[in-house]
């Protein structure tokens, strides 16, 4: 599928959970295994990895380096924003251009890059007027340290706003059989042919506890983490789901999702 111009598979990697605590705090309790599933996922094809740097903070990004750099051809990474975490229970929406040109800067450094593929803000600062928060981000892409833009957790009305600031590819918000609030922001990408970036795509493991979903996946004999996934596939041609985690075994499955088909009466039950 198309993420602006650049080429990615349809199942990308949420490296969120390569931090394995609950608080995406601080460092993997496994680094050597942590750096192990980031180069598996490369490996199955994996080719986007949704990361951002509050994840730690920091902590996701220096792993993505650490295991791929330098990077495959055709590999795209995605960061995001914007975000302050003054202790691991916080996650404080910060859009200050300062702040925000501090983030990127720290980000291509992590990453070891020169420019960010597409750079997410991660939520909408209700201090910081939009446009502010957006026009810095503008001004970092006409600096050519951004490709392209996009944004998390917005409604279908500040995507209509920031489109007339600044071209937006991808919107990321939460999504997946068992929350389907952003329903009208997909069905918006849609229409805009915007890439839709769903997190929690199996919500933080909810949706795996869904009984049709479970039996769905024992009829077909797969994972209900396959099923949920396929779902996803099958909801929208924009859906790029990230699955994310700190497990082999979980990441080959979940990218073996691509392939699985579900029937339209599978659909219709779920």
């Given at each position: 599928?198309?993420?602006?111009?650049?080429?990615?598979?349809?199942?990308?990697?949420?490296?969120?959970?390569?931090?394995?605590?609950?608080s995406i705090w601080g460092e993997p309790s496994?680094?050597?295994?942590?750096?192990?599933?980031?180069?598996?996922?490369?490996?199955?094809?994996?080719?986007?990895?949704d990361t951002a740097e509050s994840y730690?903070?920091?902590?996701?990004?220096?792993?993505?380096?650490?295991?791929?750099?330098?990077?495959?051809?055709?590999?795209?990474?995605?960061?995001?924003?914007?975000?302050?975490?003054?202790?691991?229970?916080?996650w404080d929406a910060d859009?200050?251009?300062?702040?925000?040109?501090k983030d990127l800067e720290g980000s291509l450094k992590r990453l070891r890059l020169e420019r960010i593929d597409l750079y997410q803000l991660h939520a909408v600062d209700p201090k910081v007027p939009f446009e502010v928060s957006l026009?810095?981000?503008?001004?970092?892409?006409?600096?050519?340290?951004?490709?392209?833009?996009?944004?998390?957790?917005v409604t279908v009305r500040q995507l209509e706003h920031a489109r007339n600031i600044v071209p937006i590819v991808s919107v990321q918000n939460r999504y997946s059989l068992g929350d389907r609030n952003s329903e009208d922001v997909l069905k918006a990408c849609e229409k805009l042919g915007i890439v839709f970036l769903p997190w929690y795509p199996l919500g933080d493991g909810a949706v795996l506890r869904i009984q049709k979903l479970k039996d769905l996946a024992k009829k077909l004999q797969v994972t209900p983490a396959q099923v949920g996934i396929a779902w996803l596939l099958a909801k929208s041609p924009v859906m790029l789901p990230i699955p994310g985690t700190s497990s082999v075994e979980h990441?080959?499955?979940?990218?073996?999702a691509a392939t699985l088909k579900l029937s339209a009466d599978d659909l219709s039950l779920l």
């Open positions: 599928m198309k993420l602006g111009e650049l080429t990615v598979n349809r199942i990308g990697f949420g490296a969120m959970r390569v931090i394995d605590n609950g496994d680094r050597a295994k942590a750096l192990k599933v980031l180069r598996r996922a490369v490996e199955l094809g994996v080719n986007f990895f730690g903070p920091h902590t996701s990004e220096t792993l993505i380096a650490e295991a791929l750099h330098p990077y495959p051809k055709g590999f795209v990474i995605g960061t995001k924003c914007g975000i302050a975490r003054p202790r691991a229970s916080r859009g200050r251009p300062e702040k925000l040109k026009g810095a981000l503008a001004d970092m892409q006409r600096e050519g340290k951004i490709r392209h833009i996009g944004l998390s957790n990441l080959e499955q979940n990218v073996a």
